[in-house]
């Protein structure tokens, strides 16, 4: 007989195990640090960054619905990222947005909302 995990809990190991696909390491917390092409990320629920050899680092929120588990936004940012590292450029410019992961975005229906909105 199974027994039924929370959200949450199920969320923890689909993080796990997508960080093992997509090579990220977790550095603390929920932030793990992935490698896609020549950009490095430092991922977490709230903010994805990309850190540059120069020590400087760029920012943007994370789109998510609020219902959803912190670890699943991470795995998700991490799967989008390793699958298409240009998409962080379309995530800083259009915050809020959702974006697939072949880079095109989602109809206007599908935005997410922000605390200014």
């Not at 298409?84 to 259009?94: D, G, T, V």
């Amino acid at each position: 007989m199974r027994t039924k995990c929370a959200p949450a809990q199920r969320a923890t190991k689909y993080l796990k195990r997508i960080a093992a696909l997509t090579g990220a390491k977790q550095v603390c917390g929920e932030s793990y640090r992935l490698t896609a092409g020549r950009m490095h990320f430092l991922v977490d629920s709230k903010f994805v960054r990309v850190i540059s050899p120069r020590s400087e680092s760029t920012c943007f929120s994370v789109a998510a619905d609020p219902d959803m588990p912190s670890a699943e936004v991470v795995a998700s940012a991490l799967l989008q990222l390793k699958n298409n590292a240009r998409l962080f450029e379309k995530w800083r410019e259009l915050q809020g947005y959702a974006f697939k992961a072949n880079g095109k975005m989602f109809r206007d229906e599908f935005r997410l909302m922000t605390d200014d909105t």
